[in-house]
């Protein structure tokens, strides 16, 4: 069985870099996180992708990203934080990069992870080119 792709660009994403490298056009910054608790099916499996979501399926926080890196010449790596209180007792199993136009760039499901009270939560999500 092929192994499931868990983290996407989304087709909204792919299509502004084609038009900007064949039309000099410009794209839009990559300015917050979303945390969602609907990436999983009944059994906790994250839920597959294909490219073209614009929403997460629950949708609980966006989040200004707190830094960014890169980690390779192609690669950045966004990371965002939830403080000791931010979504205490929710369960995050799917995130999101959210541009300045407030649309989806990056999205991915995971296991899930529920957020303790009395801990900050690191996120990172690597933006592949």
């Keep these: 069985m092929a192994e499931q792709v868990l983290t996407i660009t989304t087709a909204y994403a792919r299509e502004q870099m084609a038009r900007a490298r064949a039309e000099g056009g410009t794209l839009t910054k990559v300015i917050k996180m979303a945390f969602g608790s609907g ?8 839920l597959p992708l294909d490219g073209t979501e614009q929403t997460l399926k629950k949708e ?15 690669t ?10 931010e979504l205490a007792g ?20 995971m296991s899930n992870k529920v957020k303790d009270s009395d801990m900050e939560f690191v996120f990172e999500i690597d933006d592949i080119y």
């Design 76 to 85: 950045i790596r966004y990371i965002c934080s939830l403080a000791e209180t």
């Design 90 to 109: 929710e369960t995050i199993n799917e995130l999101a990069l959210v541009d300045t136009a407030g649309k989806l760039t990056a999205v991915r499901t």
């Design 39 to 46: 990436g999983v099916d009944q059994a906790g499996e994250p």
């Design 60 to 74: 609980l926080v966006q989040k200004d990203i707190t830094s960014y890196e890169f980690i390779a010449p192609a």
